[in-house]
């Protein structure tokens, strides 16, 4: 959903291009060249600026609350100037590198271990009265303030070992699972074969029940749920959100739309479904 990922896709079709279904990692290709355009990133030594948006003073509010109760895994907000938001870099690997680092166990319950501690930390978060939400609220017994695209692109690694979440466009209250089961579809993965290798990088495909499992441990007292459901109905909530942006004309939206996002999407769907009894509990 943001331009990490799509780095990240872009990166993986380049070791794709000679593979006979190459369709997939080509609509990548067009999906990081159109966010690119839409969101230009600027990298320096110390600080990353890039355009700000309706949910960035609600993201930079979050941030600082972190913060201050002591988590420097999240970037640190240097404010908002002629409608470019500043953030203090967090040294590390992120995009694409991100697929290498959470290919061990090391790497994989690092993850879980930090989406924990930011859900624990950031829950007595008090919005701001005009807070603008990244993705729809979604009502539950138990809010936490979701990141809403916690997948290997959108963490900072070091040595296998994950040290930052950044990229909070996203940020929604919600249940703890909306975040874990968006999870779980990237980093298990939930994907078929060719994704894991190609695109994740994998050497092998995965044991993909093992590392649920790994990353569902890592995370800690979750109540029990079905994994497959619960991933299936995440990757439906993104096509939603997707084409209802889409709708209003935003972009990439409207470019991923129009390039078959949806339909690639269901067939994941479908694929999930299909392998019920390998994935998951």
């Known amino acids: 959903m943001d331009e990490a990922r799509d780095q990240a896709r872009g990166e993986a079709s380049d070791d794709a291009r000679d593979d006979a279904e190459e369709g997939p990692f080509d609509a990548a290709d067009r999906a ?43 970037p640190e ?5 002629g409608g470019i938001e500043r953030l203090r870099l967090i040294p590390g690997a992120g995009g694409g590198e991100g697929w290498f680092h959470q290919h061990t166990d090391r790497g994989l319950t690092s ?61 929604h209250p919600g249940p703890r699972l909306d975040d874990v089961a968006y999870a779980l579809r990237w980093f298990a993965p939930l994907r078929p074969d060719q994704h894991a290798t190609h695109w994740h990088h994998f050497p092998v495909v995965p044991d993909r029940r093992a590392r649920v499992r790994a990353f569902v441990a890592a995370y800690g007292d979750l109540p029990d749920f079905d994994v497959v459901d619960a991933v299936t109905e995440r990757i439906r909530s993104v096509i939603r959100q997707r084409r209802e942006m889409a709708d209003r004309g935003i972009e990439p939206q409207r470019t991923w739309v129009a390039d078959g996002a949806e339909d690639r999407d269901l ?9 019920r009894a390998d994935l998951g509990p």
């Open 32 to 74: 990081a060249e159109a966010n690119a355009r839409h969101r230009p990133v600027v990298v320096g030594p110390d600080v990353v600026s890039r355009p700000a948006g309706p949910g960035t003073e609600t993201v930079h509010s979050f941030l600082r609350h972190l913060r201050a109760k002591g988590l420097d895994s999240v």
């Open 77 to 81: 907000p240097l404010g908002v100037r």
């Open 111 to 171: 993850a879980a271990r930090l989406l924990r501690v930011i859900h624990d930390v950031g829950a007595d978060w008090t919005p701001p009265p005009d807070a603008v939400w990244g993705a729809p609220a979604i009502a539950c017994d138990d809010t936490v303030y979701c990141h809403g695209d916690p997948g290997p692109w959108n963490f900072i690694w070091r040595d296998n070992e994950v040290v930052g979440l950044i990229d909070w466009d996203y940020l």
């Open 267 to 275: 067939e994941e769907i479908r694929w999930i479904e299909e392998h």
